[in-house]
């Protein structure tokens, strides 16, 4: 539908056109990775997204087992937020999507199961709250909070806990990633609410973790692909470095592992 020379809308007809284009150019780029995968069987490219919890804290080390056991493929690592990978995975501008959020309500993807996580509480050593046992959302309310940005890395889970218990938390900063989280709480400026894979006891030597495990809804981080996008074997493997009940035929069969 135009209004002048505005494109405002597709007519049913257009958007029926627009699915089999996309079709089309999928199964295009399926003929190439095929035969890529017998011509060039460890070589070539894999493009993984994920958002920066899970590219600083999760994929570290699978991404350094995976450079050793296939050296010519140039792995391309990206970093965003989770509808930018939706949006990159659907476009096939990525093979391998990892978040928590947003991934496994699409559609036209298939989500598995990575792993489970909890939120914890991170204080400036020395804070009352270390002595506060068992830890309850009462005592958090308390104090000012530093937490992820709104879409991010289970932050809909925290608000969720802290409106079942009637209480409205002072948010007084969010950030995209937990560095800036524990940056400013060491400075003072709140207590954090972090994922508890984010700390370092090693690194973080000002700060202290407080389990709550109790206190926030358990998290899952999700593994995506594009439905229909034709992987390579070594884009196989990269999944089950992540996670051994993701193999090969469990993900070529659309199963979720218990």
């Known amino acids: ?66 450079k050793k056991a296939f050296p010519k493929v140039h792995l391309k690592l990206h970093q965003a937020g989770p509808n930018e990978i939706v949006s990159m995975l659907l476009s096939g501008d990525a093979d391998i999507g990892v978040a928590t959020e947003a991934l496994a309500d ?79 709480v060491e400075l003072g400026m709140g207590i954090g609410i972090i994922a508890s894979m984010a700390f370092n006891p090693a690194k973080d030597t000002d700060l202290r973790l407080l389990k709550c495990e109790y206190l926030f809804d358990a998290n899952t981080t999700y593994i995506a692909l594009r439905r229909g996008h034709y992987l390579r074997s070594f884009a196989y493997r990269f999944i089950e470095l992540c996670s051994a009940k993701l193999d090969e035929a469990t993900i070529r069969a659309g199963l979720v592992p218990p």
């Not at 003929?31 to 995968?37: A, D, M, P, R, T």
């Open 106 to 184: 699409v559609n036209k993807l298939d989500s598995f199961p990575y792993y489970s996580w909890h939120h914890a509480v991170i204080v400036p050593a020395g804070h009352p709250l270390e002595q506060v046992q068992p830890l309850t959302l009462q005592a958090l309310a308390d104090y000012p909070i530093v937490t992820y940005h709104e879409g991010l890395t289970g932050r809909a889970k925290i608000d969720q806990s802290f409106a079942k218990a009637g209480l409205a938390p002072d948010i007084v900063m969010s950030a995209l990633d937990a560095d800036v989280i524990k940056t400013y």
């Open 1 to 66: 539908m135009r209004k002048g020379k505005r494109l405002l809308d597709l007519t049913d007809p257009g958007r029926e056109l627009l699915e089999i284009v996309e079709r089309i150019l999928l199964d295009a780029n399926n003929i190439k990775n095929l035969v890529e995968q017998y011509s060039k069987r460890d070589e070539g490219q894999l493009t993984v997204i994920a958002t920066h919890t899970q590219a600083r804290y999760a994929l570290p080390k699978v991404i350094t087992e995976f």
